[in-house]
């Protein structure tokens, strides 16, 4: 079964641009979560989404937003882009009783 | 909120030796917890989980106890290969303030691991 998949994985950007990420989960997985990695704050969680619902969300700012279309794929985008958004952006996917979740290999933005 | 944090930012050990990761908590309620594994350039890697109601479990050469009293867990590691090193993560899988079921993981700072020849 494959794995998580993001893209793209690195991106460059300039402050107050806007930037989408893609996330395709495992198969069969309706669960979607996005954290943000940096070297000062760590993995930190953004939201999930199950079925196309946002059930959770972090302490992040409305400029990061996201979305999670029927077949589970999700997408998230951060607005008025700032170079404190420089970071790794991982996605993670789970499914069924399992609630383990499961990382894709992450899309690096750079934002300069 | 809650946090979950590590003893040691790195650790260095001896190729064949065994390793221990030590990561403290502080949710007495937390009920479910999973070590990753990140290496350089990719995204973490799950290692082994525990639930609360386990004080011990073992995988392929790798071991997760959990003591709830003091809020503490360790991954031990046996025969330490040079494949092992990267970062380690522990991360409370908990249930987040929205609806439903939704968890979410809060991370630890991380341990690197680097393996000496």
């Known amino acids: 079964k494959a794995g998580v998949t993001q893209t793209p994985r690195y991106l460059i950007k300039t402050r107050g641009q806007q930037v989408t990420l893609s996330c395709s989960p495992i198969?069969?997985?309706?669960?979607v979560s996005w954290y943000q990695q940096t070297p000062g704050q760590g993995l930190q969680f953004l939201f999930e989404y199950f079925s196309e619902t946002q059930r959770n969300k972090g302490n992040f700012p409305g400029r990061f937003s996201g979305r999670q279309f029927s077949n589970s794929r999700s997408e998230m985008n951060v607005s008025t882009l700032e170079l404190g958004d420089s970071a790794l952006y991982l996605c993670?996917?789970?499914?069924?009783?399992?609630?383990?979740?499961?990382f894709g290999p992450g899309t690096r933005l750079l934002v300069l | 909120g809650e946090s979950v944090g590590l003893h040691l930012p790195t650790l260095s050990v001896q190729e064949g030796d065994n390793s221990i990761i030590n990561c403290a908590y502080s949710n007495s309620a937390s009920d479910y917890f999973i070590w990753y594994k990140q290496e350089s350039g990719k995204g973490p890697q799950f290692i082994i989980d525990?639930?609360?109601?386990?004080d011990k479990r073992q995988g392929q050469r790798v071991t997760v106890l959990l003591n709830k009293t003091v809020k503490h867990l360790s991954l031990q590691i046996a025969a330490t290969q040079p494949g092992d090193s990267a970062v380690y993560f522990c991360a409370e899988n908990m249930r987040g303030s929205g609806s439903g079921s939704a968890r979410q993981l809060t991370f630890g700072s991380g341990t690197q691991l680097t393996v000496l020849p």
């Open positions: 198969s069969g997985h309706r669960s």
């Open positions: 993670a996917s789970s499914g069924g009783n399992q609630e383990t979740q499961y």
């Open positions: 525990i639930r609360s109601n386990m």
